[in-house]
Nanobody, 123 residues
Framework: QVQLVESGGGLVQAGGSLRLSCIAS????????MGWFREAPGKDREFVAAIRWSGGATYYSNSVKGRFTISRDNAKNTVYLQMNSLKPEDTAVYYCAATQGVAFIVASQIDYWGQGTQVTVSS
């Protein structure tokens, strides 16, 4: 089993920045990909960003590309999501996610979830 614990959400004005963190524990040697999804009220949970645990290749949704940056610190078993130029439409609960496989686009492909952290962007 793998446990994921997020932190760093909050309230910010449009144009501002936040950094989310996700600490992984447990059988992390089995993980291949970690990243973030988000879920806004009334919408499906959607892919935001992902990073390969080995090699560090990164992937982004079109809606956040150029504004968000995902990174990892293997020594700390932590993945970060730096969010800049935030917009009101970025408001959502952000979930840390991890999988033992390569696929990381839809929620059904995820093996492990964090509890979620709220990000609210005011206009």
């Amino acid at each position: 089993q793998v446990q994921l614990v997020e932190s760093g959400g909050g309230l910010v004005q449009a144009g501002g920045s936040l950094r989310l963190s996700c600490i992984a524990s447990g059988r992390i040697s089995n993980l291949w990909t970690m990243g973030w999804f988000r879920e806004a009220p009334g919408k499906d949970r959607e892919f935001v960003a992902a990073i390969r645990w080995s090699g560090g290749a990164t992937y982004y949704s079109n809606s956040v590309k150029g504004r968000f940056t995902i990174s990892r610190d293997n020594a700390k078993n932590t993945v970060y999501l730096q969010m800049n130029s935030l917009k009101p439409e970025d408001t959502a609960v952000y979930y840390c996610a991890a999988t033992q496989g390569v696929a990381f686009i839809v929620a059904s492909q995820i093996d492990y979830w964090g509890q979620g952290t709220q990000v609210t962007v005011s206009s």
